[in-house]
T-cell receptor, first 107, second 116 residues
């Protein structure tokens, strides 16, 4: 079993749609959680950290469920520019990436 | 501010040659990570350093791979001898610390390696 698992997608949604990604992790001792975004042929870039109480940044909401060992990312009112691969990251001293979920937002 | 710097950005080499990838982390960051990304395997952690000391190299594929961090501002990843299956994008990332927002990693632009 992989340490961090994500639905690879692809997710194809129209502009304005709400889309949600989930990610599960196997190491219950994990203490840090993030969502990264990666555009084609570019490096991953931090989208947002995920806190136990959940957190929101504009159209993006991240949540953590420690009991079930998963994190989620919700994107509301999706834009064409949201098209990218979204990677969940779990770790403590080291950092383990999921395989990524590909999102395409269409006009 | 200068981000993580990697060189070269692209490398094409023949099988059997030695390849050296270089990374300069963000100034003041004390952790450095080397990743490899392929379509088949995604983003894999190869090795990471804390305060220039290798902490976990369990992701290094085999003895052909080695990494060093002689000081806080420079690290290398060496492949000797290289093989076609080493073709991938190699990313370096650095992190400021191990608490709060300093857990966040910042990636360099990557080195795209092609071994023919």
């Amino acid at each position: 079993r992989k340490e961090v698992e994500q639905d690879p997608g692809p997710f194809n949604v129209p502009e304005g749609a709400t889309v949600a990604f989930n990610c599960t992790y196997s190491n219950s001792a994990s203490q840090s959680f993030f969502w990264y975004r990666q555009d084609c042929r570019k490096e991953p870039k931090l989208l947002m950290s995920v806190y136990s109480s959940g957190n929101e940044d504009g159209r993006f909401t991240a949540q953590l469920n420690r009991a079930s060992q998963y994190i989620s990312l919700l994107i509301r009112d999706s834009k064409l520019s949201d098209s990218a691969t979204y990677l969940c990251v779990v770790g403590h001293n080291d950092m383990r990436f999921g395989a990524g979920t590909r999102l395409t937002v269409k006009p | 501010d200068a981000g993580v710097i990697q060189s070269p950005r692209h490398e094409v080499t023949e099988m059997g040659q030695e390849v050296t990838l270089r990374c300069k982390p963000i100034s003041g960051h004390n952790s450095l990570f080397w990743y490899r990304q392929t379509m088949m395997r995604g983003l894999e952690l190869l090795i990471y350093f804390n305060n220039n000391v290798p902490i976990d190299d369990s992701g290094m594929p085999e003895d052909r791979f080695s990494a060093k961090m002689p000081n806080a501002s420079f690290s290398t990843l060496k492949i000797q001898p290289s093989e076609p299956r080493d073709s991938a994008v190699y990313f370096c990332a650095s992190r400021g610390g191990t608490s709060g927002s300093s857990y966040e990693q910042y990636f360099g632009p990557g080195t795209r390696l092609t071994v023919t």
